[in-house]
T-cell receptor, first 116, second 115 residues
Framework: DGGITQSPKYLFRKEGQNVTLSCEQNLNHDAMYWYRQDPGQGLRLIYYSQIVNDFQKGDIAEGYSVSREKKESFPLTVTSAQKNPTAFYLC???????????????FGDGTRLSIL | AQSVTQLDSHVSVSEGTPVLLRCNYSSSYSPSLFWYVQHPNKGLQLLLKYTSAATLVKGINGFEAEFKKSETSFHLTKPSAHMSDAAEYFCVVSEGSSNTGKLIFGQGTTLQVKP
């Protein structure tokens, strides 16, 4: 079955440590996205990538980094510069093209990151 | 700029009664609108989408939504609630101006279904 796989499901970070969240999709989608979700809030966009080897900052990119070396993969690194990383992180993908605005995004099941 | 407002943060209904989740949007362009559902500790699942075709959109699990341009609304309804409908619901508008595929999310509405 096609879909998006996020791993791990739960992740703990120590002070001063960088951690990387994995996101893999086999939907052959061009675009991929990372969101942060905090309790009682909607989703906020961290980074997005419309094509391999290219990505753009979203609304809350500070303290995060990404790479897009393969179409299938879009890992997110939460760096030590992110002072409040505890949140639920969601990865999504969508078809990209001239009608991209009409395309829904497909989501993984998320990674819950907590501070030790 | 596009924005979306979900008018209720929490809605409680009894099983078998109708569901109404309200959403208003603001957009300078002809928007694409979506409703997503999220069960606890899960990702978001698409319920339905509006992309300038029929104004009454039917989705999965018996949900539907009506696009009303004059009221800038896109309310989600279901005739009869089921216990499994208890979840968080998000109204979403696409950022149509730059055509980046970016989505703008409402704050979410928690639907509680009582037996």
């Amino acid at each position: 079955d096609g879909g998006i796989t996020q791993s791990p499901k739960y992740l703990f970070r120590k002070e001063g440590q960088n951690v990387t969240l994995s996101c893999e999709q086999n939907l052959n989608h061009d675009a991929m996205y990372w969101y942060r979700q905090d309790p009682g809030q909607g989703l906020r966009l961290i980074y997005y990538s419309q094509i391999v080897n290219d990505f753009q900052k979203g609304d809350i990119a500070e303290g995060y980094s990404v790479s897009r070396e393969k179409k299938e993969s879009f890992p997110l690194t939460v760096t030590s510069a992110q002072k409040n990383p505890t949140a639920f992180y969601l990865c999504a993908s969508s078809i990209y093209g001239s009608v991209v605005g009409n395309q829904p995004q497909h989501f993984g099941d998320g990674t819950r990151l907590s501070i030790l | 700029a596009q924005s979306v407002t979900q008018l209720d943060s929490h809605v409680s209904v009894s099983e078998g009664t109708p569901v109404l989740l309200r959403c208003n949007y603001s957009s300078s362009y002809s928007p694409s609108l979506f409703w997503y559902v999220q069960h606890p500790n899960k990702g978001l699942q698409l319920l339905l989408k509006y992309t300038s075709a029929a104004t009454l959109v039917k989705g999965i699990n018996g949900f539907e939504a009506e696009f009303k341009k004059s009221e800038t609304s896109f309310h989600l309804t279901k005739p009869s609630a089921h216990m499994s409908d208890a979840a968080e619901y998000f109204c979403v508008v696409s950022e149509g101006s730059s055509n980046t595929g970016k989505l703008i999310f409402g704050q979410g509405t928690t639907l509680q279904v009582k037996p």
